[in-house]
Each structure stands twice: as C-alpha cells, then as structure tokens.
C-alpha cells in the first residue's frame, strides 16, 4: 500500500545550521501549516501534523522513517497506535563525532569516517543511499529541503514518478541549493 517518506536529519545539521521557525511547502501538491516549536532541529512530535495532514488526505497509516537519530526512532513508538513506523537498521553511532578536540562536527569533514582502518563511511555512505532511494519510492513525502538528502530525494522521486508528489517541507521551499534560495 501506499506510504509517506519522512526524512528527520539531525546530527550535524543541529549543531551547525540554524533551523526555520515555519515549516512550508510550495507548489500545487504542497501543504502550507506551522511548524511545533522553534529553535534548531525538533523531535518527532514537530512532524506528526504534516505526517497526519498526508495520512487523512491519503488514507494510509504507514511511514518509513529516515533519520540519523537514535531518538527520533525510539520516539516514534509513541505514535505506534496511530502510524506503522519502518526503519532501516543501521548503526546511527558512527555519526556522533568522537570525542576529541579539533575534530569537525560536520559530517563531510569527518576524516575518521574515511581512515584505511574503518568502514563506517561505507556504511555510512551506503545507509543515505538506502534512505534516499527508499524516500525517492514512497509515494508522499515530510522533507527537510534545507538537507540535500531530502532535496535529491524529492528530485529522484518526482523523476521517477514523472509528476511532482505531494510533499510537506519542514523547514523552506525547494531550491536548487538553499543558500540561494529567496528569503
């Protein structure tokens, strides 16, 4: 049956960009509401409207859940009498940096994901192919479009469905990189 595609990124997107207060969504498929709570990135229960406004509107319960929190996985088991939340196994750990001064909180300049001794970028690399594909299936989407995952996966979606779906951002339109989009 159908199912809605909800991107969650928190990681290094808390720590080093600032989130919206307002979540929209543009264009003929999108929904316009406002986003529980502001400051920087929320838990699961900032995303249960736009995961019930797409429910109601298409009759179905099931989520697949994409994030790089531990939390917000363990969060969505309050909602389980409302929703059925799917995940995908994957070590969400290697993503925390390790604790020593000097090392980037940003993923892409995380050199020990990458070291000769370790195959967590792999891992890494491969869990946001996962994500990304399995977000780009479902039929409609919760994004983040300030996250490149939640933009490519929205592209590949609307691409492979040759039509846009419908989608709810959290935090801005989609642009084609968000440091040019409009403020």
Known sequence: GPIIGVHVRHGDA???????????????HAVLFPVV???RCKGLEAYIPAIQTLSERYNTTRVYLATDDEAIIAQSKE???RFTFITTPFDREILKPPN????????????DLWSSESKSGHDL??????DILLLADSDYLVAQLLSNMSRL?????????????????MDGPWCPHW?????
Do not use: N, Q
């Open 100 to 111: 020593s001064t000097g090392t980037s909180k940003l993923i892409e300049r995380r050199t």
């Open 14 to 28: 808390c720590e080093t960009t600032d989130r919206k207060v307002l979540g929209h969504a543009f264009g003929r």
């Open 179 to 183: 440091k040019m989009c409009p403020k």
């Open 37 to 39: 709570g502001g400051g």
């Open 125 to 130: 690399m491969k869990s946001a192919l996962i």
């Open 153 to 169: 996966a929205l592209e590949l979606s609307a691409a492979m469905k040759l039509r846009i779906p419908p989608y709810i951002s």
């Open 79 to 81: 909602y389980s009498h």
